[in-house]
Nanobody, 115 residues
């Protein structure tokens, strides 16, 4: 069983930066890949970034060069550093871990970018 708590969201002007945190509890997540997703109003949830247990990262084309995913295994936490934010980045951001047949999601953190 894994529980996630996302934090770090808020209101920021276009061009600004935020760092989101996804803190896990219940069990260690160090051997699992973790994803950040986002969902904007009226849109489907989309994958933003992923990080493997070994630290390999992947990004959606829309955020490449602007977002950086990282992890701190001793803290059981994954981060999403977001820079050069755009209005289209406005969404609720979620972290996700898939472990076998189990699929764990956090409650989400709202990011609002004003233009």
């Amino acid at each position: 069983q894994v529980q996630f708590v996302e934090s770090g969201g808020g209101l920021v002007q276009a061009g600004g930066s935020l760092r989101l945190s996804c803190a896990a509890s219940g069990s260690s997540t160090s051997i699992n890949a973790i994803d950040w997703y986002r969902q904007a109003p009226g849109k489907q949830r989309e994958l933003v970034a992923s990080i493997s247990s070994g630290g390999t990262t992947n990004y959606a084309d829309s955020v490449k060069g602007r977002f950086t995913i990282s992890r701190d295994n001793p803290k059981n936490t994954v981060y999403l550093q977001m820079t050069s934010l755009k209005s289209e980045d406005t969404a609720v951001y979620y972290c996700r871990l898939r472990r076998g047949i189990f699929d764990y999601w956090g409650q989400g953190t709202q990011v609002t970018v004003s233009s």
